[in-house]
């Protein structure tokens, strides 16, 4: 038998987070199911090494993102499935979307709140005449895929015809888990791309007011230091095949977020990370972070700043809290967040026709 072809139309290349984990780690699996992939990113490599580091780019790379992305949808009449991470092309109308899913149709996958780079955008042009492009976008898709129940909420206002709720998972044999213990020397630890370092400024004082009271250190695996932070401060750089020997390193795990818009579409993956290890975590109460962090029991959600100054002194001066709740937040993982797990609900999307209407968590 012929086997199945799918094309992802993906955002990044494999190094971006979001088309890594939302399509480039399930490759093998479709693979394996006898499925033939090919994947088309609309960014590349170089792109998002300046993105990483606050750099723009010429007008004319962009132009040739747009060019190259235009050039593909020519040959997406030889495929079986198409896969659509976000959008086709970025802050232009829904109008290549609108030509696919009357000749094709395609499915399209969402792990932030993109809608509101256009409902919430500062440009004048977009905010006024695309400001429900992406609300478009869901509409016409034979299925909308999401991280979770915030992205669910917009599929449904947008008359999506079928939802699938995915959550980000991890691959379990990339992982291992921590073995806590006593020591002098608690460190406090949090995972991401420089440019959202900007979510722990707002615990800098935190940090500050624990660290006169316990010996801390302060893990950034990415690659930047946290300024204004006055204690004891390593740096990783992040690598995907690195990251998880240096969460080993982490007793604590940390996810600070304002409760706005964009932050409430995030699909919690530091804290998942973090759980794989046996880490117990502290996170603010926003979006999915209310999911996954079960407070008291692998966690603590923490709102204020005596808050976070409570809980974090709870588990540092806890060792065996710190393993327990690190156990149950393991458990959880294995349990929910896994790419098995995931890719089996995925396998079942081209094996049945989308229904029309339906919901699936």
């Not at 898709?141 to 449904?156: C, F, Q, T, W």
């Not at 460190?187 to 791309?193: A, E």
């Not at 046996?278 to 926003?286: D, H, I, K, R």
Request: proline share 5%.
């Amino acid at each position: 038998m012929k086997s199945k072809r799918i094309i992802f139309l993906t955002k990044y290349p494999r190094k971006g987070a979001s088309s890594r984990l939302r399509t480039f780690q399930f490759i093998p699996n479709w693979e394996r199911a006898g499925y033939h992939v090919t994947v088309s990113s609309f960014f590349n490599d170089n792109y998002l090494a300046n993105l990483y580091v606050g750099k723009k780019i010429g007008i004319l790379n962009l132009l040739f993102f747009y060019l190259r992305r235009f050039r593909v949808l020519f040959t997406v009449s030889k495929y079986d499935y198409v896969f659509v991470e976000k959008e086709i092309f970025p802050f232009l109308p829904s109008f290549p979307e609108l030509v696919l899913s009357k000749l094709k149709g395609y499915l399209v996958d969402y792990d932030d709140a993109i809608f509101h780079n256009y409902d919430n955008s500062e440009l004048f042009i977009v905010r006024n005449f695309m400001p429900n492009k992406i609300s478009r976008v869901m509409k016409m898709a034979n299925k909308v895929i999401v991280g979770n129940e915030y992205l669910a909420m917009k599929a449904r206002a947008s008359g999506a015809k079928s939802i699938l709720r995915l959550p980000t998972v991890i691959d379990p044999n990339r992982y291992q888990k921590k073995v806590h213990s006593a020591k002098l020397i608690t460190t406090i630890g949090w995972i991401g791309p420089p440019v959202n370092l900007k979510y722990l400024e707002s615990v800098v004082p935190f940090l500050e007011k624990i660290q006169q009271n316990f010996f801390i250190k302060l893990l950034l695996i990415t690659g930047k230091e946290l300024s204004h932070f006055s204690g004891n401060q390593e740096l990783i750089p992040w690598t995907e095949e690195g990251e998880a020997d240096g969460l080993l390193k982490i007793d604590i795990g940390i996810m600070p977020l304002p409760d706005n818009p964009w932050e409430r579409g995030k699909c919690a993956y530091k804290l998942i990370q973090y759980m794989a290890c046996g880490l117990p975590v502290v996170a603010s109460p926003v979006g999915m972070n209310r999911e996954v962090v079960q407070h008291g029991v692998n966690g603590f959600l923490a709102d204020t700043q005596e808050e976070w100054v409570e809980f974090l002194g709870k588990l540092i001066s806890d060792w065996e809290m710190r393993e327990a709740f690190g156990t149950k937040g393991y458990e959880l993982v294995m349990e929910k967040y896994t790419l098995a797990g995931n890719f089996q609900k995925m396998l079942a999307l081209v094996s049945t026709p989308a229904n029309d209407n339906a919901e699936n968590t």
